[in-house]
């Protein structure tokens, strides 16, 4: 009875802290790829637009849509966002990966967001390079429903950014040389030599980054590669999404304490390896927090329970220790309640 009564207090205390966490977003913005032809021969030149459509005017503060392309039919000659109200390019983005095939927008806004009900991202211009027949797609890459795909248009709801991409966009199909929609081209392999590294470079993204916090500080900490010739990490962390301004070069470890921040503020943190050469890998997925806001932590549960279980007294399994459980759980609920009431 009395282990029952324990758990229908921590499902409510998880209910409570959860409501509090609620994100009032609509998922109702769309990404548009507009080609300026539906077909070309070699050597031609063709656009492709990335347009964003956001009916509910939300202030969006990025936009990341990769494209996958078939690199042996098409080459990437350039990615124009002049015309654009998203003026800064995220790290490591904004640019063609010709051995893996895909060209890396990442725009954001840093003059409070953009709240355009539709607009330009980025134009994309490709060249023809093959002399077959064939037709060949262009598609967006890795649409997931929250923030951490490679397809998303982003706003930001207590300090973190949510995703408001309501669908993968659809992809746009080229004719080349006269081919038709039946011809299928065949698996590209390529060989990656211009890629930094070349085809030795073998380091693999970080994983698993999570960030908890406390007075002035973050504590990270995520997943240590196995790799032999890692190095160490290179930790990117700055106040806008996408966008990092400071950056601190740290040993093989898996965590480290960023103090020095300022309480009440969201900070964005993104996380690279590197080898003994320098050369550093792709970007972790990013984590947001809000500093001294335990709640804003990527695991505030693990903390909460740690603060509750230091101060638990010495008592018998079947004691009062039952009773002083259940006091602290429906306490630090009312307290939670209280405090969101209060901000609100």
Known sequence: ????????????????????????????????FRASTTSATTGQEFDVDVYMKNPGAQNVISVRSWLKYDPSALEGVSITTSDSDFTLSAPGEDNFSSSEGYVKIGRSNISGGVSATEMIVAKVRFKVKTATGMTTEISSHDYQVTELGHTSINIIEDGFPVNILSEKPDSVTITLNGGTSATTPEPVVTEVTTE??????????PQNLKANTGYAYVDLRWDIGEESDLNGYNIYYGKTSGHYSRRKTVSKVNSYRIDGLNNGEAYYFAITAYDNSGRESDYSDEVGVIVNEPLSSTSPFEDILAALLAFVPEQPQ???????????????????????????
């Open 1 to 32: 009875m009395k282990r029952n009564l324990i758990l229908i207090t921590v499902t409510l205390l998880i209910m409570l802290i959860g409501n509090t966490l609620t994100f009032a977003q609509q998922s109702d913005a769309t990404l548009e």
């Open 196 to 205: 930094i590294g070349g085809s030795d470079f073998d380091l693999q993204r």
């Open 318 to 344: 079947n004691g009062p220790i039952m009773g002083w459980v259940l006091f602290s759980a429906v306490g630090l609920g009312g307290t939670l309640m209280f405090r969101k009431k209060r901000q609100q």
